[in-house]
């Protein structure tokens, strides 16, 4: 697992700031959805593509087990220079949603405290704004791909540019509680349907 720590950092635990997305204590279904995704051409990432191009499910089960079982702390969040009116529209979308436009709030999947839920909902805290504003647009676009459902591209393709802007600068502005973990499962029924979110 050295071959990672150059990019995503010692123990997997990358930056808040950059671009490189934490890989530790992400649920292990995610990440091993991640990396089939990398693998299978659902997601586009030239070394992240290489990497895993010859390895099989079974191996990558087992790197994603490994990353999903670390428990290294977080650092505090970067310093946010937003205007008070972006953070506030962030937050109202994240937790409440947009009910005129049949938005759910990242909260009803993403847990009340945005910090995911097993088997395979990501949490959304402690990641570089720039990662998320990159992911919600790779989904518009149709350049990542998810399980069919496929609920985030529904999502992101709702959202606009300035609204990516918002959540995104919100999220990563937010500390992650101390002891953070994933839920052991989803509140359900999600408000959309995903096949990725649950296995
Ligand atoms: C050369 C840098 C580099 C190396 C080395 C690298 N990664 Fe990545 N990885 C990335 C980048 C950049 C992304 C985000 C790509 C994107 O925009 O979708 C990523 C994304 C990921 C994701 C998805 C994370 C998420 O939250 O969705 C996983 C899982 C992952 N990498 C695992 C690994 C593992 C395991 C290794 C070692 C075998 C590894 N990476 C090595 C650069 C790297
Ligand atoms: C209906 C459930 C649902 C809702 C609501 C939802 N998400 Fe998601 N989200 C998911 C699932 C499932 C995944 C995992 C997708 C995959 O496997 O690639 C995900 C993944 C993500 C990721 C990728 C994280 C990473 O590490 O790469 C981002 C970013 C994200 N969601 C942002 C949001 C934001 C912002 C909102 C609110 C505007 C939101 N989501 C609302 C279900 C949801």
Redesign the pocket.
């Known amino acids: 697992m050295q071959a990672c720590t150059p990019c995503h950092g010692r123990e997997g635990r990358a930056s808040p700031v950059g671009y490189l997305?934490r890989i530790a204590g992400?649920p292990a279904g995610?990440l091993f959805?991640?990396l089939v995704?990398f693998r299978d051409g659902r997601r586009y990432n030239a070394a992240m593509s290489y990497l895993v191009e010859q390895l099989s499910d079974e191996y990558l089960r087992e790197i994603a087990e490994y990353f999903a079982a670390l428990d290294v702390p977080y650092p505090p969040p970067p310093a946010t220079t937003e205007r008070e009116g972006v953070l506030r529209r962030g937050e109202v979308?994240?937790t409440r949603?947009d009910f005129h436009r049949r938005?759910?709030?990242?909260t009803?999947?993403?847990g009340y405290t945005l910090t995911g839920a097993q088997p395979?909902?990501?949490g959304?805290l402690g990641?570089p704004a720039d990662?998320?504003i990159g992911?919600?647009g790779a989904w518009k676009t149709d350049n990542?791909r998810?399980?069919t459902p496929d609920?985030?591209a529904s999502?992101a393709k709702q959202?606009s540019s300035d609204d990516v802007r918002a959540?995104?600068v919100w999220?990563a502005s937010r500390p992650v509680p101390p002891g953070a973990k994933p839920a052991a499962q989803p509140d359900l029924p999600?408000?959309?349907e995903?096949g990725?979110?649950l296995r």
């Open positions: 997305p992400k995610y959805n991640q995704n979308l994240a949603g938005l759910p709030a990242c009803q999947c993403h395979a909902i990501p959304l990641l990662y998320v992911q919600l990542r998810a399980a609920c985030m999502i959202l959540v995104a999220l999600l408000p959309l995903c990725s979110g």
